[in-house]
């Protein structure tokens, strides 16, 4: 995720406060120092990083922290605030009729965005169309039509078109029963005067409602003259940041928002149309401070359930609550935990789970995890009807035949049976609880004790 380094830095930072509650200088000026190394790490210009610091430095030295409050969580906050003032607001995107021009330079992802954000708008109910006016790259047409089918959004492009500007034009003609329109422009290798000229005119010809730049999260200090020539240009209203799946730094894009006083509209977290995220500032800090992110969680949770059980009618996952729990359960648990995307993510938003927990795991943990998850549900695959409804009836001979049948170890076989009753007696404790017996247990996930989803028996198959 982007700034993870950073996070991870934080993070190791105010876990030296624990248990203190009253800092002093030197406290104060150790905090400071690791926020000052790891956002430069991070690639975020240095004028803001000395602005961030002294911010910073003030208002713990000179604050009161509240009654109970211990010097860590007080920091924490302070650290918390400051970033989520430096980020600035998320772009305004109004759920209505609007043209959307993305900008940027070749390879920062602005084709494969196009389609992410047409796929989020659809979601939400509006119609749009993506309009491929890049000339210049060989494939473009091709890619941008493919990804436009994935993300089954109305899709315009000329592929035997040379000039962008009428193709935008036309574009729009031809999509004119779409909500949302977004023209996708050409970039080049590097800040070329054609390019510019290019994009200007195809901004004079669709008048668009935003122009939004893509920035790929590794660019660093390179964005701070992408990003003012772009908004002398056409004027820059949000920024795109994209390839945050990767160990990319992202304190660029950070840098990109601030000289052009814009902020963010997106973040692309993934390869496919699904991932992408409305950028949300308060979460997005919170998630990197190890602090949880619980309304993108459930956005994804909603998201995912939504789209399992439109692949199978015949499952509702609110029998889980009112009956038994079978392997069928489990796996279509599992599928809707596949459809929120990479493990990790999902982790980060779960207060209590995600930040200084994830810091303690191996680097490949969350793969394996998925591995393990993957290799279950082939398992499951071989088994009959029966055996999937009353894994009871699984025996030593069923398991030597499953095992043979899907090319799992048996031995793997057994872990899941074992997982399935583990997740059983968690679902048994939740069908016993009141709403206010809810109501606490979400409330201890807010406050991020370190408990976290570990004091629920192992809800999922983490293994």
């Not at 056409?234 to 660029?252: N, R, S, Y």
């Amino acid at each position: 995720m982007v700034l993870d380094n950073l996070g991870s830095s934080l993070r190791g930072t105010l876990s030296t406060l624990q248990g203190k509650s009253r800092l002093d200088e030197d406290d104060v000026e150790e905090v400071v120092k690791e926020i000052q190394r790891s956002l430069l790490q991070a690639d975020v210009d240095v004028n803001l990083v000395m602005s961030l610091s002294d911010s910073i430095e003030t208002r713990a030295l000179e604050e009161e922290p509240p009654g109970g409050t211990s010097a860590r969580d007080h920091v924490l906050k302070i650290v918390y605030e400051e970033l989520v003032d430096l980020i600035g607001e998320s772009t305004k995107l109004p759920l209505e009729p609007q043209t959307i021009l993305l900008a940027g330079l070749q390879g920062s992802g602005k084709t494969t965005s196009a389609a992410k954000m047409a796929w989020w708008f659809s979601k939400k109910g509006l119609r749009p169309a993506v309009i491929q006016t890049d000339t210049f790259r060989p494939g473009a047409y091709e890619q941008a039509e493919q990804m436009a089918d994935h993300a089954e959004v109305s899709f315009y492009g000329d592929p035997e078109g040379d000039d962008p500007v009428r193709i935008a034009r036309d574009g729009l003609e031809a999509t004119a029963d779409a909500d949302v329109h977004i023209v996708d422009t050409a970039g080049r290798h590097a800040l070329e005067d054609d390019l510019i000229a290019e994009i200007e005119e195809i901004d004079s010809a669709v008048d668009p409602d935003r122009s939004l730049l893509v920035l790929d999260a590794a660019i660093g200090q390179g964005a701070k003259e992408q990003a003012t020539q772009f908004d002398e240009s056409i004027g820059i209203d949000g920024v795109v940041i994209t390839k945050l799946d990767g160990t990319a730094k992202g304190g660029g894009a950070l840098t990109a928002v601030n000289e052009t006083e814009s902020s963010i509209a997106f973040l692309g977290t993934g390869e496919t149309v699904q991932d992408v995220e409305r950028f949300e500032p308060d979460g997005f800090i919170s998630r990197l401070l190890g602090m949880g992110d619980l309304k993108q969680l459930s956005e994804r949770v909603e998201r995912a359930m939504a789209e399992t059980t439109e692949e199978d009618d015949d499952w509702d996952p609110q029998d889980i609550m009112d009956g038994s729990f079978t392997l069928k359960d489990m796996q279509k648990q599992m599928e809707a935990m596949n459809n929120m995307g990479p493990l990790d993510q999902v982790m980060d938003m779960i207060p209590g789970m995600g930040g200084g927990l994830m810091d303690q795991l191996p680097d490949d943990a969350m793969d394996v995890t998925q591995d393990r998850m993957r290799t279950f549900d082939v398992a499951m695959d071989s088994m009959t009807e029966e055996e999937l409804e009353n894994p009871r009836s699984i025996g030593q001979s069923r398991v030597e035949r499953i095992a043979r049948g899907s090319g799992v170890d048996e031995e793997l076989i057994r872990e899941l049976l074992e997982q399935h009753k583990m997740m059983d007696r968690t679902i048994k404790q939740f069908q016993g609880m009141g709403d206010g017996d809810m109501q606490r247990m979400m409330k201890k996930l807010q406050q991020g004790d370190g408990g976290g989803m570990g004091g629920m028996g192992g809800m999922g198959p983490f293994g």
